[in-house]
C-alpha cells in the first residue's frame, strides 16, 4: 500500500521515475518481509515480477539470475546443507572435534571456534550449522557444572555462535550467497577468484577473528568454577547417533564432490 501511495509523488533530486519505482517495490518488498503475511519467498518472486509488470526493467533480465551457473551450485550447496544437517553428518564431525580437544573450560571454548572454522566450507548454510550445535553447547555447559547465565555458560554459548556462524565468508562455500557476490565480480576477477584464492585473500580476517575471540572468550568470561569433565556428553550423543548411515555416506560423497570440483577448477 504505501508504494501505490508513493508512487505519483515525484522522485527525490538525482533519481529517475524509474530508479524512484524500483526503490518502491523494493521497499513494498522489504515492508512484507517484516510482516511477514506471505513466505518471503513469495515476496521476493512478487517483487520482481512487479518490476516486470510496470515496465522498469524486462522480465528475462529480472529472471535471469535463475539461469546462470551461480544460482545452479547455490541450490546445490543449499540442498548439501540441509543433507549435512538431516542426516546427522554434521552434529558427528561437531562431536568428533569437541573430541580432540581437552575436556576443560579453555579447551572446549577453542574446540568450538575452531570446529565450527573446520566445518564452515562443507556445510554452506550457518543457520543450519548453528542450530546443530546450539543444543550440544548447551549442554556442555550443564555437563560442566555452569549454572544458567554465567560466565561459563556464555563463554561457550558465545563460541558455538561465533565459531559455526561467523566464518562464512571466509570460505567460497561457507556461504550459498558467496556464489552469487562471485557473480557480481567483473569477468576478469570472477575468472582468478576459484576456492583457494577466496580462502586465502580472506584469511588475514580469519586469524583476527579466531585469535580475537578467543582472547575475549577465555578472558572476559572466564568460567568462575572449574569444569567438570565432558567425556560422557560426548560418548552419550555419539551413541545416540550410531555408525554412520547410507545417507550419511550419500552426504560425504557429494561434499568431495563438491569441494573437488571448486578445488579443481582452475585446471
Same mark, same amino acid.
Given at each position: 500500500?504505501?508504494?501505490?501511495? =508513493?508512487?505519483?509523488?515525484?522522485?527525490?533530486?538525482?533519481?529517475?521515475?524509474?530508479?524512484? /519505482?524500483?526503490?518502491?517495490?523494493?521497499?513494498?518488498?522489504?515492508?512484507?518481509?517484516?510482516?511477514?503475511?506471505?513466505?518471503?519467498?513469495?515476496?521476493? =518472486?512478487?517483487?520482481?515480477?512487479?518490476?516486470?509488470?510496470?515496465?522498469?526493467?524486462?522480465?528475462?533480465?529480472?529472471?535471469?539470475?535463475?539461469?546462470?551457473?551461480?544460482?545452479?551450485?547455490?541450490?546445490?550447496?543449499?540442498?548439501?546443507?540441509?543433507?549435512?544437517? %538431516?542426516?546427522? =553428518?554434521?552434529?558427528?564431525?561437531?562431536?568428533?572435534?569437541?573430541?580432540?580437544?581437552?575436556?576443560? /573450560?579453555?579447551?572446549?571454548?577453542?574446540?568450538?571456534?575452531?570446529?565450527?572454522?573446520?566445518?564452515?566450507?562443507?556445510?554452506?548454510?550457518?543457520?543450519?550449522?548453528?542450530?546443530?550445535?546450539?543444543?550440544?553447547?548447551?549442554?556442555?555447559?550443564?555437563?560442566?557444572?555452569?549454572?544458567? *547465565?554465567? %560466565?561459563?555458560?556464555?563463554?561457550?554459548?558465545?563460541?558455538?555462535?561465533?565459531?559455526?556462524?561467523?566464518?562464512?565468508?571466509?570460505?567460497?562455500?561457507?556461504?550459498?550467497?558467496?556464489?552469487?557476490?562471485?557473480?557480481?565480480?567483473?569477468?576478469?576477477? %570472477?575468472?582468478?577468484?576459484?576456492?583457494?584464492?577466496?580462502?586465502?585473500?580472506?584469511?588475514?580476517?580469519?586469524?583476527?577473528?579466531?585469535?580475537?575471540?578467543?582472547?575475549?572468550?577465555?578472558?572476559?568470561? *572466564?568460567?568462575?568454577?572449574?569444569?567438570?569433565?565432558?567425556?560422557?556428553?560426548? *560418548? *552419550?550423543?555419539?551413541?545416540?547417533?550410531?555408525?554412520?548411515?547410507?545417507?550419511?555416506?550419500?552426504?560425504?560423497?557429494?561434499?568431495?564432490?563438491?569441494?573437488?570440483?571448486?578445488?579443481?577448477?582452475?585446471?
Amino acid at each position: 500500500g504505501i508504494p501505490l501511495v =508513493l508512487w505519483p509523488l515525484g522522485p527525490p533530486g538525482g533519481l529517475s521515475a524509474e530508479g524512484w /519505482h524500483v526503490i518502491l517495490i523494493v521497499l513494498g518488498a522489504a515492508l512484507a518481509w517484516l510482516l511477514e503475511p506471505i513466505p518471503d519467498f513469495v515476496i521476493a =518472486l512478487l517483487m520482481a515480477a512487479a518490476w516486470g509488470v510496470s515496465g522498469l526493467a524486462p522480465l528475462p533480465l529480472v529472471f535471469a539470475g535463475f539461469t546462470s551457473s551461480s544460482w545452479v551450485v547455490a541450490l546445490g550447496a543449499l540442498g548439501l546443507a540441509a543433507a549435512m544437517a %538431516r542426516s546427522g =553428518l554434521l552434529f558427528r564431525i561437531a562431536l568428533f572435534l569437541l573430541k580432540t580437544f581437552p575436556a576443560t /573450560h579453555a579447551g572446549q571454548v577453542l574446540a568450538l571456534l575452531t570446529g565450527g572454522f573446520l566445518i564452515t566450507p562443507l556445510v554452506p548454510l550457518a543457520t543450519a550449522r548453528v542450530s546443530a550445535i546450539a543444543p550440544l553447547a548447551r549442554e556442555l555447559a550443564q555437563a560442566m557444572g555452569y549454572p544458567p *547465565r554465567s %560466565r561459563g555458560t556464555a563463554a561457550l554459548s558465545f563460541a558455538a555462535l561465533v565459531g559455526y556462524g561467523s566464518f562464512s565468508s571466509i570460505f567460497l562455500t561457507g556461504l550459498a550467497m558467496n556464489f552469487f557476490v562471485i557473480e557480481l565480480l567483473p569477468l576478469a576477477d %570472477r575468472a582468478r577468484f576459484d576456492w583457494l584464492t577466496w580462502f586465502v585473500s580472506a584469511g588475514a580476517a580469519a586469524v583476527v577473528m579466531i585469535a580475537g575471540m578467543a582472547v575475549v572468550l577465555l578472558g572476559v568470561f *572466564r568460567a568462575e568454577t572449574a569444569s567438570k569433565a565432558t567425556p560422557e556428553v560426548l *560418548r *552419550r550423543q555419539e551413541r545416540v547417533l550410531g555408525p554412520l548411515s547410507p545417507g550419511e555416506w550419500v552426504t560425504i560423497a557429494a561434499v568431495a564432490v563438491l569441494l573437488g570440483g571448486l578445488l579443481l577448477q582452475p585446471v
